[in-house]
């Protein structure tokens, strides 16, 4: 089994950061008031940002080394 860990890591990440979006984009415009005790930044929105671009890496890298390897065993 030749499994790299960094993909699932990645679609992870990129999932539940793209999910984090948009409740972050829905929660803005239904409940504004909510981001009231966070001095009004939206973190969902941040954090989802700051996940998907960590889980786009982390896949990218994951495909990278999968693509890699083949080449590595001639």
Same mark, same amino acid.
């Given at each position: $089994?030749? @499994? =790299?860990?960094?993909?699932?890591?990645?679609?992870?990440?990129?999932?539940?950061?793209?999910?984090?979006?948009?409740?972050? @984009? #829905?929660?803005?415009?239904? =409940?504004?008031? $909510?981001? =009231?005790?966070?001095?009004?930044?939206?973190?969902? @929105?941040? #954090?989802? @940002?700051? $996940?998907?671009?960590?889980?786009?890496? $982390?896949?990218?890298?994951?495909?990278?080394?999968?693509?890699?390897?083949?080449?590595?065993?001639?």
């Amino acid at each position: $089994m030749n @499994l =790299d860990i960094r993909l699932p890591i990645g679609l992870l990440f990129a999932i539940l950061g793209g999910l984090l979006i948009v409740y972050g @984009l #829905w929660t803005q415009f239904s =409940d504004p008031n $909510m981001y =009231d005790r966070s001095l009004g930044l939206n973190i969902n @929105l941040w #954090w989802g @940002l700051v $996940m998907s671009l960590f889980g786009t890496f $982390m896949t990218w890298l994951g495909r990278k080394g999968a693509t890699e390897k083949p080449q590595q065993a001639h």
